[in-house]
């Protein structure tokens, strides 16, 4: 016998959890939900969420930010915070490893707020599709950047390129040009 029955029923027995547009919410999604509070409380902002495979083995990453940097103490703060919680609401039906840490100086950028908190500042896209001239990344002052995931950059004093967030496969934060 299975220790924890099917998937399929495991899935089921949670019920269906909606975000407002009438879709299922992802794993990544519903754990935001429960660590920004936890984050909040200490003094954190919760930058992001990822519930990835690697291999065998799942894992959830939180990735926390403050004004200052993050130190090792705010990780093991934030473990210790959200972990009780992800015990008692149970969001994940398989076993996984819980990692918290920094987002790091080429933090990747993923949500509307993290655009408009790099508006003015250095990145990088990666496209994935090319270009017509063949150009598959690239890094420039971030103008602007709207809800809808369109972002301008500027690559030098005279071009600028406006680009969609799902033309690229990754924008990262980047220290200098």
């Known amino acids: 016998m299975k220790e924890w029955g099917d998937p399929l029923f495991c899935l089921l027995i949670g019920g269906m959890r909606l975000n407002p547009e009438g879709k299922k919410k992802s794993t990544a999604e519903r754990v935001r939900e429960m660590a920004e509070p936890l984050a909040k409380e200490l003094g954190l902002t919760l930058w992001d969420v990822q ?19 993050v130190s090792i103490d705010d990780c ?37 707020e993290h655009f408009q908190a790099y508006a003015g500042k250095p990145v990088r896209a990666k496209l994935i599709r090319p270009l017509e001239n063949g150009v598959r990344e690239l890094e420039g002052i971030l103008l602007r950047a709207e809800q809808n995931g369109e972002f301008e950059l500027r690559l030098d004093e005279e071009t600028s390129v406006t680009l969609e967030k799902k033309e690229c496969s990754s924008v990262n934060a980047v220290e200098e040009l």
Not at 90 to 107: A, C, F, K, N, T
């Open 76 to 112: 093991v703060d934030m473990t210790h915070a959200v972990d009780p919680v992800l015990d008692k609401e149970d969001p994940i039906p398989q076993e996984y490893l819980l990692e918290v840490s920094s987002p790091g100086w080429e933090r990747k950028l993923t949500r509307p």
């Open 51 to 69: 519930y990835v495979k690697e291999g065998a083995d799942w894992y959830l990453r939180l990735f926390i930010d403050k004004e200052g940097g």
